[in-house]
């Protein structure tokens, strides 16, 4: 079955950076867009970030545009966020999975936290 593990979230500073990352199985990884998307306490879930299936192309949300960057890597079945200059909107439980979210794949993983405040 499909399986999303992310990792890498933390507390970090406002202008801080992390790297998340994402470990993908149960499906064929290359054959889908990936995206990374994040929900805040209150907030619904929204996708900031998308990269086709050879990593070709990559798309923003405009609030994250010249901050994030996502990559990923089909050998290894791994998507990543680079996310740079991080302000506390940025605070959020992030997730990775397909983009747009197909009916086979509308089982999240549990998401990593991530705290940006000083």
């Known amino acids: 079955q499909v399986q999303l593990v992310e990792s890498g979230g933390n507390l970090v500073q406002p202008g801080g950076s992390l790297r998340l990352s994402c470990a993908a199985s149960g499906f064929t990884f290359s054959s889908y867009v990936m995206g990374w998307y994040r929900q805040a306490l209150g907030k619904e879930r929204e996708l900031v970030a998308t990269v086709t299936q050879a990593g070709g192309r990559t798309n923003y949300v405009e609030s994250v545009k010249g901050r994030f960057s996502i990559s990923r890597d089909n050998v290894k079945k791994a998507v990543y966020l680079q996310m740079n200059s991080l302000k506390p909107e940025d605070t959020a439980v992030y997730y990775c999975?397909?983009?747009?979210?197909?009916?086979?794949?509308?089982?999240w993983g549990q998401g990593t936290q991530v705290t940006v405040s000083s």
């Open positions: 999975n397909v983009a747009p979210i197909q009916a086979a794949f509308s089982s």
